[in-house]
Antibody
Framework: QVQLLQWGAGLLKPSETLSLTCDVDGGSVSGYYWTWIRQSPGKGLEWIGDINQSGVTDYTPSLKSRITITLDTSRNQVSLKLGSVTAADTALYYC??????????WGQGTLVTVSS | QSALTQPASVSGSPGQSITISCTGT?????????VSWYQRHPGKAPKLIIYDVSDRASGISNRFSGSKSGNTASLTISGLQAEDEADYYCGSYTSSLTWVFGGGTKVTVL
């Protein structure tokens, strides 16, 4: 059974770069899309982008200039980088595997706080 | 793309049925049969329970069912149990080739 284990820095200062990694355990990254989703405090879930096994990415328009999602097939890892963070990027970040048009499974979530 | 609209909270007594609505537009829910539902217990990862409007994910109880009418999707939990107390989120594919989710509904078992 595939499990997604997330890790990365949880406290950032404004203008720094958010960097999170998702280890895919129990399965291969090949054959699927890998997605990052976040939830800001008091708000719903927000799809922020994904990547397929060929490295083709899609990003939400509002973050396109600052976001990079990469896939390391040799390490079975998916990574998220979000540059020039502000307080508005404070959120619980999830990685998830996209199967057709749904997401399963999800990682445990990483709380990222941006504060000076 | 605006978020899908869900009620903030729904409650019911054990054994009752409850329904959570999820309202979107013709550009998301109304345009595709790609609605999914997720359950999230506090501190846990979201868990897929329904995909493609009404298909139950593997291992999910048949007490959970999904449906759609126009721009509104619904999740019904029948025979409510204490373990169903959680947050529930709907999601849909959109005409912008992206995904949109709801704000979440807190289900309380009285």
């Amino acid at each position: 059974q595939v499990q997604l284990l997330q890790w990365g820095a949880g406290l950032l200062k404004p203008s720094e770069t958010l960097s999170l990694t998702c280890d895919v355990d129990g399965g291969s990254v090949s054959g699927y899309y890998w997605t990052w989703i976040r939830q800001s405090p008091g708000k719903g879930l927000e799809w922020i982008g994904d990547i397929n096994q060929s490295g083709v990415t899609d990003y939400t328009p509002s973050l396109k200039s600052r976001i990079t999602i990469t896939l390391d097939t040799s390490r079975n890892q998916v990574s998220l980088k979000l540059g020039s963070v502000t307080a508005a990027d404070t959120a619980l970040y999830y990685c998830a595997r996209r199967v057709a048009k749904w997401f399963d499974p999800w990682g445990q979530g990483t709380l990222v706080t941006v504060s000076s | 793309q605006s978020a899908l609209t869900q009620p903030a909270s729904v409650s019911g007594s054990p054994g009752q049925s409850i329904t959570i609505s999820c309202t979107g537009t013709s550009s998301d829910i109304g345009g595709y049969n790609y609605v999914s539902w997720y359950q999230r217990h506090p501190g846990k990862a979201p868990k897929l329970i329904i995909y493609d409007v009404s298909d139950r994910a593997s291992g999910i109880s048949n007490r959970f069912s999904g449906s759609k009418s126009g721009n509104t999707a619904s999740l019904t939990i029948s025979g409510l149990q204490a373990e169903d107390e959680a947050d529930y989120y709907c999601g849909s594919y959109t005409s912008s080739l992206t995904w949109v989710f709801g704000g979440g509904t807190k289900v309380t078992v009285l």
